[in-house]
């Protein structure tokens, strides 16, 4: 009986202790959460709502041990890019380190720029006159190039880490015609359009974009990015 005593009183004690080891380890990556939402503020321009942040993995001190997260991920409402309005971006990163200078080992993030957006870089790197709507699952362009009204359908795409717009089928006065064929250096105006998309943390670029209903779906990926470090408030 004296055996099993103490080996139920062992048996609780290990229960306690792993009941403890399990808060404080809960705490702890809560706290943390809290310093890479942070961080993801500083280095985001006009971030809509507070980050919300997710540790994967557990238990999460022996992590915090080796000095770098495996995996997080996180959401955020909206955020501006170089005066560009982004909705429903999400954040995934792998090995993050906790020590300053905080890096990223592998970074992923994916935003919506809706129709308007969209249109604020054309209009800011083109200087074309033209409105922009999702039909079909195409962008369309419609509005007067040097003084001609036409419409066109863009096909949007990342390269080398920009968004490249290019012009698959252009219409005037009900005739579709070729680039190529355009008067007056308009097919020239129309064709080549890159647009950088800046704003992201240094090392990321654009790596892939989807038409969908209300704009572009893009995504941005980049390898050992540096964030800088979150102001203390």
Same mark, same amino acid.
């Given at each position: 009986?004296? @055996?099993?005593?103490?080996?139920? @009183?062992?048996?609780?004690?290990?229960?306690?202790?792993?009941?403890?080891?399990?808060?404080?380890?809960?705490?702890?990556? $809560?706290?943390?959460?809290?310093?890479?939402?942070?961080?993801?503020? =500083?280095?985001?321009?006009?971030?809509?709502?507070?980050?919300?942040? $997710?540790?994967?993995?557990?238990?999460?001190?022996?992590?915090? @041990?080796?000095?770098?997260?495996?995996?997080?991920?996180?959401?955020?409402?909206?955020?501006?890019?170089?005066?560009?309005?982004?909705?429903?971006?999400?954040?995934?990163?792998?090995?993050?380190?906790?020590?300053?200078?905080?890096?990223?080992?592998?970074?992923?993030?994916? @935003?919506?720029?809706?129709?308007?957006?969209?249109? $604020?870089?054309?209009? =800011?790197?083109?200087?074309?006159?033209?409105?922009?709507?999702?039909?079909?699952?195409?962008?369309?362009?419609?509005?007067?190039?040097?003084?001609?009204?036409?419409?066109?359908?863009?096909?949007? $795409?990342?390269?080398?880490?920009?968004?490249?717009?290019?012009?698959?089928?252009?219409? #005037?006065?009900?005739?579709?015609?070729?680039?190529?064929?355009?008067?007056?250096?308009?097919?020239?105006?129309?064709?080549?359009?890159? #647009?950088?998309?800046?704003?992201?943390?240094?090392?990321?670029?654009?790596?892939?974009?989807?038409? #969908?209903?209300?704009?572009?779906?893009?995504?941005?990926?980049?390898?050992?990015?540096?964030?800088?470090?979150?102001?203390?408030?």
């Amino acid at each position: 009986m004296r @055996a099993l005593t103490v080996v139920g @009183a062992v048996v609780g004690v290990a229960i306690v202790a792993g009941g403890a080891f399990v808060v404080v380890d809960r705490v702890t990556a $809560h706290h943390t959460e809290q310093q890479l939402s942070a961080a993801i503020e =500083q280095n985001l321009d006009g971030v809509v709502g507070t980050p919300q942040v $997710h540790v994967q993995g557990f238990p999460f001190l022996t992590q915090l @041990a080796a000095g770098s997260l495996d995996h997080v991920t996180g959401t955020i409402d909206g955020a501006t890019l170089s005066g560009v309005t982004a909705q429903d971006v999400t954040f995934d990163g792998r090995d993050v380190t906790t020590a300053q200078p905080y890096t990223v080992g592998k970074a992923t993030v994916t @935003a919506t720029l809706p129709t308007e957006s969209v249109q $604020h870089l054309v209009d =800011q790197q083109t200087g074309l006159d033209v409105d922009l709507a999702v039909t079909n699952g195409a962008v369309r362009a419609s509005g007067s190039v040097l003084g001609v009204t036409l419409t066109a359908d863009l096909e949007p $795409h990342a390269v080398d880490g920009k968004l490249k717009v290019d012009v698959q089928k252009v219409t #005037i006065a009900g005739l579709t015609v070729s680039v190529d064929d355009l008067p007056g250096g308009i097919g020239d105006r129309l064709q080549d359009v890159t #647009i950088p998309v800046t704003g992201l943390p240094a090392g990321m670029g654009l790596a892939d974009v989807t038409v #969908i209903d209300d704009g572009l779906r893009v995504t941005a990926t980049g390898e050992h990015v540096a964030l800088e470090q979150p102001t203390e408030g």
